[in-house]
């Protein structure tokens, strides 16, 4: 009564006024009541009555129903309030977390009228923990603008991504042995070149690292994801390259006198953030599997290596746009080969302005350097503003803050087998919006005395693999 006198307490006064009290088929009481009633209120619809203690009921059109007097006529609640929220937190596990629809006929079937019911449940079920632990969707935020990296008009694959694919069997002798793809990407140009690698070794990846290097140039940045990420890989693979470490990878560069190159690794389990080489490497997988179909139980290292070098030129030759394919009259759409044979072997583009009438100039390069500038310039006209829309995630959300607790997707467990975690450092972006954060994760078992069998670890893990369950 206390509740119902702080939300209605006008409706309240009308009722009293009229005497209404169990008239609920009195048309002078109802009439009088809809005259004094303002028809902003909530009430208004409902026809309400106070019952002998004092309760507003609604009057409602089921009188003569064959029900009880709480289900024909249920105690009316508002919308906020205190009381409201704990009997629909209530019922809610009375009916063991299931949805809105549910638990609101649960709390209705109980002989209470919620004022905007629908979405004071919804509003319960979206704070309930069980419920975002079993059904919340993992978190996102706004998709981060390009880096420079792809912006820049620079040499082909002078800001590369590698990535693993395969493995692939193929015939040594009587026996068959594994060897696995290395893709290398220019983040500008989109260019593709393949290598082969005969192991996970960090020998072998330095090797295939040299192969494209020596055939492709200097290259300053190297971007990579992180071990078990790797897409197009099988679980094998995934297993294998855990176990690849890249300091010793740094190490043997150094040790060798090779050139040092910087690799940008993106956090583990964000396949997302390499979409770039991540979409190539599909490429690649749908030009070799017809090849593979027709000799594939013939193969050996050098048809191997053979088919590599096919889909490496197939890929190079595909359009960077679409958009004048269907015109005749358009200039032949831009691929990657346009710059890939006339790239130059120096890290920059040497200076000076170069005109159409270098392609008539005794300076082979110059005719060379023409060409190249020739395909930047479409490169920003056409490509270049392909990159402006946002395909997804178009929208800022809440960022997670220091202290919030959530749940990580470590593997294809069951929901329910997620770990804990908290988040106990953010790292934002340029844009502020935070995208990967570090988290503390507890191991759940524990040993016989009762301690936890390991020690909590920190990881780095992208939002998109997080739930939210309580705000800090």
Not at 402 to 429: F, H, M, Q, T
Request: glycine share 6%.
């Amino acid at each position: 009564m206390a509740v119902q006198m702080d939300h209605f307490k006008d409706e309240m006064e009308v009722l009293k006024k009229l005497d209404a009290v169990d008239k609920i088929c009195d048309r002078t009481v109802a009439r009088s009541k809809k005259d004094d009633m303002k028809r902003t209120s909530a009430l208004y619809r409902l026809d309400p009555y106070l019952d002998e203690d004092g309760l507003v009921r609604v009057g409602g059109r089921i009188t003569r129903a064959n029900m009880s007097r709480d289900v024909r006529h249920p105690v009316i609640l508002p919308r906020h309030g205190h009381i409201s929220h704990l009997v629909i937190r209530h019922y809610h596990q009375c009916v063991q977390h299931m949805g809105r629809g549910i638990t609101h006929n649960e709390v209705r079937q109980h002989g209470f009228w919620v004022i905007g019911g629908s979405s004071a449940v919804s509003q319960c079920i979206s704070g309930c923990v069980k419920c975002r632990s079993l059904r919340r969707r993992p978190l996102q935020q706004k998709m981060a603008d390009l880096p420079e990296d792809r912006l820049e008009p620079t040499p082909p694959f002078t800001y590369s991504a590698v990535d693993y694919f395969g493995p692939f069997l193929v015939k040594e002798r009587r026996s068959e042995v594994k060897r696995y793809g290395v893709l290398f990407t220019c983040m500008a140009s989109r260019s593709v070149h393949l290598e082969t690698a005969n192991s996970l070794t960090g020998s072998s990846f330095i090797n295939a690292l040299r192969r494209f290097m020596n055939r492709r140039g200097v290259v300053r940045q190297l971007r990579s994801d992180q071990g078990t990420t790797f897409i197009g890989a099988r679980t094998e693979l995934r297993h294998a390259l855990a176990e690849m470490d890249q300091s010793q990878v740094q190490e043997y560069l150094l040790q060798n006198g090779c050139d040092w190159i910087p690799f940008k690794m993106n956090v583990p389990h964000a396949s997302h953030m390499g979409g770039v080489w991540e979409r190539q490497i599909q490429t690649v997988r749908r030009v070799l599997e017809p090849l593979l179909q027709t000799v594939g139980s013939q193969l050996d290292d050098e048809a191997f290596r053979t088919f590599l070098t096919e889909a490496e030129a197939i890929i190079n030759a595909r359009p960077l746009t679409t958009t004048n394919l269907s015109d005749s009259g358009a200039p032949e759409p831009l691929t990657p080969n346009h710059l890939l044979t006339a790239k130059a072997k120096v890290v920059l583009p040497p200076p000076g302005a170069f005109q159409r009438e270098d392609l008539y100039s005794r300076k082979w390069w110059r005719r060379v350097q023409y060409a190249a500038n020739e395909f930047w310039a479409r490169w920003r006209r056409e490509y270049l503003q392909e990159l402006q829309s946002r395909q997804k995630w178009v929208l800022k959300r809440r960022n997670l803050e220091v202290g919030d607790i959530v749940i990580s997707k470590e593997n294809e467990d069951a929901r329910g087998r997620w770990p804990l975690a908290r988040v106990v450092d953010v790292y934002p972006s340029k844009d502020g919006c935070v995208r990967k954060v570090k988290i503390l994760i507890a191991d759940g078992t524990l040993d016989n005395e009762g301690k936890r069998k390991r020690p909590p670890v920190e990881l780095d893990r992208p939002i998109q693999k997080l739930v939210l369950l309580l705000p800090s």
